[in-house]
Structure formats: C-alpha cells, structure tokens
C-alpha cells in the first residue's frame, strides 16, 4: 500500500511537471513567431482589462449602498454615496486613460480620447448636478410630508442648505472642477505637451495640439463650473422659497412651490437625455463661458476681419466682471452666513444666464491668430484670479 502511494506521489508530481513543459513550450514558441513587442502588448491589455475589472468592483460596491430611503439620514448617505460614486468612476479613468496615453506621441495618436474624457467630465457633471436638485426636492417633500410641527420642519429644512447646497455640492466642486481637472492639466497640458518641446520636429503641429489641449480644458472647467454655480442657485433659491413658506403658514405656496421645482427638473432632465455632449446646450449656463466669454451683448456675431478692437473690448468687459465675481466670493468666504452675500452671488450668477441669449450666435473658433493670443491672455489671468478664491 506504501509502495502504491509513493509511486501515485511520484506520478502526479510528473504530471505537474509535463504541464508546467508544456507550457513553457508555448511560451517559447509564441516568443518566437510573434517576438517579444505583441507578447508585451498582450500582457499590458490584460494587466489594462484588469485594472478596469478593479474599478467595475469598487463602483459595484458603491452602488450597492445607494439604496432608496424614505428619511433624511438614508438620503443622505445615499446622496453621499452618489457622489463618491461620480468622482471614483472619473478619476479611475483619468488614470487608465493617463496610463495609456503616457507620450506626446500616444496623445497625437489618440487625442479622440482625451476628448472624450473632457465631454464625459461634462455630461456627467450634468446629470449629477441634477441628481443634487432631485435630493434637495427629496428632503423637502420627506420633512413637509412628515407629522412634525411648523418649528420643527422650519428647522429640518435647513438640512438642504447645510447638507446639499453647502456640503455635497462643494464635495462635488473640489473633486470634479478641482480635483479631475486639475490632474488633467497637470499630466497633460503641463506635462506630456510640455516635456522636451525643444526636440519636436514638427513645432507647428505640437503647438496647435498644445493649444487645442487648452481649449478642451478651459471649456471643460468653465462648463463644469457653470453646472454647478447654477444648480447651487436653483437648490439655494428652492431651500428659501420653502423655508419661507413654512415660516410665514402658506402651505398652498409650499405645494406649488414643490410641483414647480419639479417641473424644472423634469425639463432638465428632457434637454440632458436629448443633448450630444459634443455640443451642450441646456437651459442652463453650462456652455456660458466656453462658447461666449469673449464678447457682450454689443458684439454677438463677431468674426474674422477689421473687428479686433470689438473684441479686445468685448474680452476687456468679461475681464472685469471676472474681477467683480471674485470680489463677491472673497466676502462670501470671509462672512459665509451673511445671506446677503448670498443674494449678490445669486445676483452674478442670473447675469450670466441673462447675457447668455445674446452669445449664442458666437462661433469661438472664428478667431484671428491675434485675437486668440489676445484670447488666451486673458483666460490665463482670469484662471489665476479664480484660482485664488478656490483655495
């Protein structure tokens, strides 16, 4: 019986022994007909397959804790979940896109892609920003529908405001705007198109990439901001109309007030789903900056030819309501209960929407070389401002 199972043992371990031959032999084989390069590609694509089936799982758990709640602290935490969820699935890809596209020359063979990310960064700030409208409508139909006196409701409602309008929204500010854009620019505006441009052949065509970089960035940033500036003041505006129905008793105006905010929704979400994110155009002022910064109401329509002066002075007047904007937000920073401030914020923002009619008829791309210099002058000063009251 010993001798059977010595002689087994010794079996199964040729058995492993053939296996791992034949293996080897495949390998050696593969090596030599199709060379080392594509042996290498194959184990990057798996190694990439695998790196994306990471992300499949960590999003997958995530959702798994998104679940409907019919409380303030089940929306929340499903809110919260929303959020991370958005912010998980845009980094992660930044980061496989980062390890793919890695060389100027990858980036020239797969800008598509690049692109790509930037109208995704977009779209998907669009739906989230409309995801953080139907919370806010959520928790206030949750705490009016409850049994609660009207102090007690009066003081669940500012959960909107401390919860969403303050906390969520800025989670999603500093992740999205601050965070996956800025590594953006970083990797590649400021580091693959600017690492050794010295030895680029073809210096024409390295700029005019460098430059379209910036232009994908700058929008996509302006854009990313504009969504979420203009949902915090719907969601702002919606929290103080409800808030001041409760206080004064006008629960009649409180019902109409909540069927309107939901009927603004439900427009939005019509134009988001019917909208190429190649060509935004929504209700709100997601495209404000990016299509129409550069002119004001005097110059809708400019293009190429003796307009220069029109347009420096176009830039020159978007310039100073940079300036302005800053201004408000440096004193909302310093006295951030101050709902004052808040109302001059909301005040800069309906500016926007209001100017926003007469620049749709602008076509950026109809620039002079001098007049995009110009452009891109001006933009650099207006970043660095905003930079300052980001941090």
Known sequence: MEEKNVVKENSGKAGVGVIIA????????????????????????ISQNLEK???????????????????ISGLYDSMTAEEELLYNNLNNERKILSNEVNTYEKYKENKDKVKSFYDKTLSSSEKFSITLREYALKYAKTITDSNKDKDEMYDDIQKI????????????????????????????????LAANSDNIEDFSKYLEAKNQEYKWYSDTRSNVYNVYSKAKTDIFSFYNDIRSDIQLGEYEKLQKDLKTFEE??????????????????TNNIDNTIANTNIVDNNTAGLSNGDNSTEFKTAMDTYEKFINEYVEVIRKYKQNPTDFSILGEYVAMLQKYADEEKNFDS??????????????????????????????
């Open 264 to 281: 603004d929704i439900n427009r939005l979400k019509n134009v988001n789903n019917g909208t190429n994110s190649n060509n935004t155009k």
């Open 22 to 45: 034949i293996i080897c032999a495949v390998l050696l084989v593969l090596f030599m007909l199709i060379g080392i390069p594509i042996i290498v590609g194959i184990i990057y694509s």
């Open 53 to 71: 089936s990471n992300v499949i799982a960590q999003n997958t758990a995530i959702i798994d804790s998104i679940i409907p709640q019919n409380n």
């Open 362 to 391: 602008w076509n950026s791309d109809d620039l002079t070389s001098q007049e995009y210099d110009y452009y891109m002058q001006v933009m650099s000063r207006i970043n660095a401002k905003l930079a300052e009251v980001e941090e």
């Open 161 to 192: 405001y401390d919860e969403i309008y303050d906390e969520i929204a800025t989670d999603f500010y500093d992740d999205v705007y601050k965070g996956v854009l800025n590594d953006m620019y970083d990797y590649y505006y400021n580091g693959i």
